[in-house]
């Protein structure tokens, strides 16, 4: 069972925005650490896809950003596109346990 | 341009000792903020953050592992080195190693293509 918890699953039509949430407690994102994405397509390392809640690299299209309040964060991607389809993963900090921490993550499906 | 791989046995016998090595290329494990991490997925399954090290030698392991973990670095050799002893089938996985930036805790900015290291006997 992951420390930051994520539905399994999401799915959109083409074009359509999605949401896929990550959700914390007092000891992590509630805590103050950063939330960070990662974009996991099929067969291939994950990449960073948003850092420090809300930024992205370069690189990574205007259609993916992300937000955080209180002890959630979230990662919307609007005008869903087949290349999208991937499994999404948040990452933060545990104070408890003293180490990184990722959610259990979500398979996004484009319809 | 900052390139990380992976190497290691594919087949691990059950009770034997996983040494894995990470060699890196396109920035130093020396500049003042840098940091190394191991993370691993099992098959179908979730990542999980495993070990860091970090440019002053500080390390950092995962509550759950951490009697089990070994991190270490060889900055003249651009290589960062995992143990993990007593292997079990349920640590087969693929194991990445991937580098942070600007001291921990950190985003994880480049990843290694992964190492499928399989217990079994």
């Known amino acids: 069972q992951s420390v930051l918890t994520q539905p399994p699953s999401v799915s959109g039509a083409p074009g359509q925005r999605v949401t896929i949430s990550c959700t914390g407690s007092?000891?992590?994102?509630?805590?103050?650490?950063?939330v960070h994405w990662y974009q996991q397509l099929p067969g291939t390392a994950p990449k960073l896809l948003i850092y420090g809640n809300t930024n992205r690299p370069s690189g990574v299209p205007d259609r993916f950003s992300g937000s955080k309040s209180g002890t959630s964060a979230s990662l919307a991607i609007t005008g869903l596109q087949a290349e999208d389809e991937a499994d999404y993963y948040c990452?933060?900090?545990?104070?408890?346990?003293?180490?990184?921490?990722f959610g259990g993550g979500t398979k996004l499906t484009v319809l | 341009q900052v390139t990380l791989r992976e190497s290691g046995p594919a087949l691990v016998k059950p009770t034997r000792t996983l040494t894995l090595t990470c060699t890196f290329s396109?920035?130093?494990?020396?500049?003042?903020?840098?940091?190394v991490s191991w993370i691993r997925q099992p098959p179908g399954k979730a990542l999980e953050w495993l070990a860091l090290i970090d440019w002053d030698d500080d390390k950092y392991y995962s509550t759950s592992l951490k009697t089990r973990l070994t991190i270490s670095k060889d900055t003249s050799k651009n290589q960062v080195v995992l143990t993990m002893t007593n292997m079990d089938p349920v640590d087969t996985a693929t194991y990445y190693c991937a580098r942070g930036q600007g001291g921990y805790p950190t985003r994880f900015d480049y990843w290694g293509q992964g190492a499928l290291v399989t217990v079994s006997s």
């Open positions: 396109g920035f130093s494990l020396s500049t003042s903020g840098m940091c």
């Open positions: 990452q933060s900090y545990d104070s408890s346990l003293s180490g990184s921490v």
């Open positions: 007092s000891s992590n994102i509630g805590a103050g650490f950063d």
